[in-house]
Nanobody
Framework: VQLQASGGGLVQAGGSLRLSCAAS????????MGWFRQAPGKEREFVAA????????RYADSVRERFTIARDNAKNMVYLQMNSLKPDDTAVYYC?????????????????WGKGTLVTVSS
């Protein structure tokens, strides 16, 4: 399975960005999909996850009400709509897939990671 994230860039505080991640290879649409981020000098942290059907989502407290995760199983895509961005959201964002939503929110048992896309929020 290959995961390719895109959509990062430079945005001013209060602005919006939409990240996309395309899955290919032996990707199973029963996978849960998620986003993580790693800020400079910090550990990678969970951001959001969506279950295989798209009906179930989970968010980190720091992004709840500002970010929305969604997926399109027909296109093997997952998206992260990020609104009201803050400088603290600056990080490299990674998409990931796994079989367990609980494990994904804990950042464990991730089956595949994508290469990251950089999001920079200026103040």
């Amino acid at each position: 399975v290959q995961l390719q994230a895109s959509g990062g860039g430079l945005v001013q505080a209060g602005g919006s960005l939409r990240l996309s991640c395309a899955a290919s290879g032996r990707f199973d649409t029963k996978y849960n999909m998620g986003w993580f981020r790693q800020a400079p000098g910090k550990e990678r942290e969970f951001v959001a996850a969506v279950n295989w059907s798209g009906a179930g989502t989970r968010y980190a407290d720091s992004v709840r009400e500002r970010f929305t995760i969604a997926r399109d199983n027909a296109k093997n895509m997952v998206y992260l709509q990020m609104n009201s961005l803050k400088p603290d959201d600056t990080a490299v964002y990674y998409c990931a897939v796994g079989w367990s939503m609980v494990a994904m929110t804990a950042g464990i048992n991730i089956d595949y990671w994508g290469k990251g896309t950089l999001v920079t929020v200026s103040s």
